[in-house]
């Protein structure tokens, strides 16, 4: 029944609708790209290195070329996937932020007296429940006031 309520013929123009919320969130899948691309990376050479240190072939030309290697491919997949990861992190925020942004302003509205608040959200969009509760309290608001 909720769901019904929240089928909203708008649609939202742009992506990034709360730039400080889906940057930061979006900043911090990067940080955590970064270090799990670092640590891949260190832990490849490690082992590589440990390998050609026993086998004592550390200085021969086909293993620095390997360790090479290994950098410029792990380095490649990172630029790779960092756009994908800023994609994804916009697409997933664009869920909660449009709501945040639709919620506030409902609010807002409620604040300045203007009970005629009819909150309606996307379908798959966050915050379903909240907006329920928003549409109800100014329902509540209404019929106390007439």
């Known amino acids: 029944m909720a769901a019904a309520k929240h089928q909203g013929t708008y649609r939202r123009r742009r992506l990034v609708v709360n730039p400080p919320l889906q ?4 900043g911090v ?14 832990s490849v ?4 290195w440990t390998t050609f240190q026993t ?7 086909l293993a620095v070329a390997q360790l090479s290697m290994v950098g410029l491919l ?7 996937l960092a ?14 932020a449009g709501p945040l942004v639709r919620i506030n302003a409902a609010l807002q509205q409620l604040a300045h007296g203007d009970y005629n ?5 996307r379908k798959g969009d966050a915050l379903l429940e909240v907006a329920d509760a928003i549409n109800t309290l ?7 006031k007439s």
Not at 74 to 80: A, C, E, P, R
Not at 83 to 96: C, E, M, N, Y
Not at 138 to 144: D, F, K, W
């Open 23 to 26: 940057y930061r969130f979006v």
């Open 29 to 42: 899948m990067l940080l955590v790209l970064l270090l799990l691309t670092g640590g891949a990376l260190a």
């Open 45 to 48: 050479y490690l082992a590589l």
């Open 55 to 61: 086998f004592e072939v550390a200085s021969e030309p």
């Open 74 to 80: 792990v380095t490649v997949q990172l630029l790779v």
């Open 83 to 96: 756009p994908v990861v800023v994609w994804i992190g916009i697409r997933l925020t664009h869920k909660v």
């Open 117 to 121: 608040v009819q909150l309606r959200l």
């Open 138 to 144: 100014a329902e509540s608001l209404r019929t106390r």
